[in-house]
C-alpha cells in the first residue's frame, strides 16, 4: 500500500505555514526503495516519534517535522547500505562481541548487568532491541574500517600541530573543573523566546535532579557538546566566562547550578569534580590526540564513501517522502540528523524517553 498525502497538508509542507497538528498522518506504506530493498513508513516513524512528539509540543511547524523525518529516512537508507556491506563482506557481529560490549558500556556507568537492563527496559526498549542496535552500531564500526581505515595515516607534526593548537597557551597553575552544561537557546538559532527556553531549561533541570541521566536530557534539550551528552569534560577556571564562573564557584561536586539567563538562552551547568591544575604535556595526550585526528579523518573518509555508495545505489524515496527530501535540499538539514546518522550507541547509556 503507498503512502497519500493530502494536498492541503502538502502545501503544509512546502510553505512551512502554521504549526503541525495532530491530524497530519502519514498511512503506512513505501517510504523508500534502497536497491532490491524497501523502507516502509512506519520504520521511519518509529525512529522519529519520539523527537517529533517533543517538536508537536513546543509548536513545531510542519516544514520543521518534515525535516526531522526526511533526516529519519536518510538514516534508515544509510542503515540498509550498511547491512547490504555486512552480508556481502560477512562482518556480521556475534553475540559474544555483542555481550562483551554491552559489559564495557555497563562499567563506564558503573552498573550491572542487571541494572542496565532494567534501565533499558524502564525506558520503553526491549532488551532484544537494545541488543540488535548494539549488534548495528558493531557492524557499521567493521565496515568503516573495513573499507576506509587502512587508507587512513596520522603523522607526527599533525598531532604535535593538534597538541600546540590545544595547549601552547596552557597557564602554569590554577585550578581545572569537569562541567556538564545544558544550553536552551532562543532567538533565530532556537525559534523559542528567552522566557520559553528558560521554561524548557528549567524543565530539563527538574528531570535530572529526579534522577534522569543528564546525557539523555541534554541530547533533547540542549545544543551543547551534543557528541558527549553535554559533556564540556576538563578546563581551567581562568578558561570560563565570568558568568559561569560565579555559578560554578559554590558548587560541591555531583551539584546542579541554578538556570542562567542570557541573550541568547538559558542555560545550567553540573559540577562533576573540581581539582588542581598541572600543564599537560605532549607525552600524556600523544596517543589520545592520534586517536582523535585518526577519527576525524575516518568519519570523513567514510562520509565520501557513503556519498559514492548512494550514487551507485538505486535510491528512490516516495510520496511525502520525496517532496521532504526536495524541501530539505532547499534548506538543509536538521539538527537531529547528526543523533541518527553516523551516531554511536557504544559510548553512552541507553536511551531515554521523549521529554513531557
Same mark, same amino acid.
Given at each position: 500500500?503507498?503512502?497519500?498525502?493530502?494536498?492541503?497538508?502538502?502545501?503544509?509542507?512546502?510553505?512551512?505555514?502554521?504549526?503541525?497538528?495532530?491530524?497530519?498522518?502519514?498511512?503506512?506504506? @513505501?517510504?523508500?526503495?534502497?536497491?532490491?530493498?524497501?523502507?516502509?513508513?512506519? /520504520?521511519?516513524?518509529?525512529?522519529?516519534?519520539?523527537? /517529533?512528539?517533543?517538536?508537536?509540543?513546543?509548536?513545531? %511547524?510542519?516544514?520543521?517535522?518534515?525535516?526531522?523525518?526526511?533526516?529519519?529516512?536518510?538514516?534508515?537508507?544509510?542503515?540498509?547500505?550498511?547491512?547490504?556491506?555486512?552480508?556481502?563482506?560477512?562482518?556480521?557481529?556475534?553475540?559474544?562481541?555483542?555481550?562483551?560490549?554491552?559489559?564495557?558500556?555497563?562499567? /563506564?556507568?558503573?552498573?550491572?548487568?542487571?541494572?542496565?537492563?532494567?534501565?533499558?527496559?524502564?525506558?520503553?526498549?526491549?532488551?532484544?532491541?537494545?541488543?540488535?542496535?548494539?549488534? %548495528?552500531?558493531?557492524?557499521?564500526?567493521?565496515?568503516?574500517?573495513? =573499507?576506509?581505515?587502512?587508507?587512513?595515516?596520522?603523522?607526527?607534526?599533525?598531532?604535535?600541530?593538534?597538541?600546540?593548537?590545544?595547549?601552547?597557551?596552557?597557564? /602554569?597553575?590554577?585550578?581545572?573543573?569537569?562541567?556538564?552544561?545544558?544550553?536552551?537557546?532562543?532567538?533565530?538559532?532556537?525559534?523559542?523566546?528567552?522566557?520559553?527556553?528558560?521554561?524548557?531549561?528549567?524543565?530539563?533541570?527538574?528531570?535530572?535532579?529526579?534522577?534522569?541521566?543528564?546525557?539523555?536530557?541534554? %541530547?533533547?534539550?540542549?545544543?551543547?557538546?551534543?557528541?558527549?551528552?553535554?559533556?564540556?569534560?576538563?578546563?581551567? @577556571?581562568?578558561?570560563?566566562?565570568?558568568?559561569?564562573?560565579?555559578?560554578?564557584?559554590?558548587?560541591?561536586?555531583?551539584?546542579?547550578?541554578?538556570?542562567?539567563?542570557?541573550?541568547?538562552?538559558?542555560?545550567?551547568?553540573?559540577?562533576?569534580?573540581?581539582?588542581?591544575?598541572?600543564? =599537560?604535556?605532549?607525552?600524556?595526550?600523544?596517543?589520545?590526540?592520534?586517536?582523535?585526528?585518526?577519527?576525524?579523518?575516518?568519519?570523513?573518509?567514510?562520509?565520501?564513501?557513503?556519498?559514492?555508495?548512494?550514487?551507485?545505489?538505486?535510491?528512490?524515496?516516495?510520496?511525502?517522502?520525496?517532496?521532504?527530501?526536495?524541501?530539505?535540499?532547499?534548506?538543509?538539514?536538521?539538527?537531529?540528523?547528526?543523533?541518527?546518522?553516523?551516531?554511536?550507541?557504544?559510548?553512552?547509556?541507553?536511551?531515554?524517553?521523549?521529554?513531557?
Amino acid at each position: 500500500m503507498r503512502s497519500t498525502l493530502a494536498a492541503p497538508l502538502a502545501l503544509a509542507l512546502l510553505t512551512g505555514l502554521g504549526p503541525a497538528t495532530a491530524e497530519e498522518i502519514l498511512v503506512d506504506g @513505501i517510504a523508500a526503495q534502497v536497491g532490491a530493498d524497501i523502507v516502509l513508513i512506519s /520504520e521511519v516513524m518509529e525512529l522519529v516519534g519520539a523527537r /517529533e512528539q517533543m517538536m508537536r509540543s513546543e509548536g513545531a %511547524s510542519a516544514a520543521d517535522i518534515a525535516l526531522v523525518r526526511s533526516d529519519a529516512l536518510e538514516a534508515v537508507i544509510e542503515s540498509r547500505l550498511i547491512e547490504r556491506m555486512v552480508q556481502d563482506a560477512d562482518l556480521g557481529a556475534t553475540d559474544a562481541e555483542v555481550d562483551a560490549t554491552i559489559e564495557a558500556i555497563a562499567r /563506564e556507568n558503573n552498573l550491572s548487568i542487571t541494572e542496565m537492563q532494567r534501565s533499558v527496559t524502564s525506558q520503553q526498549m526491549e532488551w532484544a532491541e537494545y541488543r540488535k542496535q548494539i549488534q %548495528s552500531e558493531l557492524e557499521r564500526r567493521k565496515v568503516i574500517n573495513a =573499507v576506509v581505515g587502512s587508507k587512513i595515516t596520522v603523522e607526527d607534526d599533525e598531532v604535535e600541530a593538534l597538541y600546540r593548537e590545544r595547549h601552547a597557551d596552557q597557564p /602554569e597553575t590554577g585550578t581545572e573543573v569537569h562541567l556538564l552544561q545544558i544550553l536552551v537557546p532562543a532567538g533565530a538559532e532556537g525559534g523559542l523566546s528567552v522566557a520559553e527556553a528558560c521554561q524548557l531549561t528549567h524543565k530539563a533541570r527538574k528531570r535530572i535532579a529526579n534522577g534522569e541521566p543528564f546525557s539523555d536530557v541534554a %541530547s533533547r534539550y540542549s545544543v551543547v557538546a551534543l557528541q558527549t551528552g553535554g559533556d564540556l569534560g576538563w578546563v581551567h @577556571i581562568d578558561s570560563v566566562a565570568g558568568w559561569m564562573v560565579d555559578m560554578i564557584e559554590p558548587l560541591e561536586p555531583g551539584q546542579l547550578s541554578a538556570v542562567h539567563e542570557l541573550p541568547i538562552g538559558c542555560t545550567f551547568v553540573q559540577l562533576v569534580e573540581r581539582k588542581q591544575w598541572r600543564p =599537560v604535556s605532549m607525552e600524556e595526550v600523544n596517543a589520545k590526540l592520534q586517536q582523535q585526528i585518526y577519527e576525524r579523518k575516518l568519519m570523513e573518509e567514510y562520509r565520501d564513501w557513503m556519498e559514492q555508495l548512494r550514487k551507485r545505489t538505486f535510491i528512490e524515496r516516495r510520496g511525502y517522502f520525496a517532496e521532504a527530501a526536495r524541501f530539505r535540499k532547499q534548506h538543509g538539514t536538521s539538527d537531529f540528523e547528526a543523533g541518527l546518522s553516523g551516531h554511536s550507541v557504544l559510548g553512552g547509556a541507553p536511551g531515554a524517553e521523549a521529554p513531557q
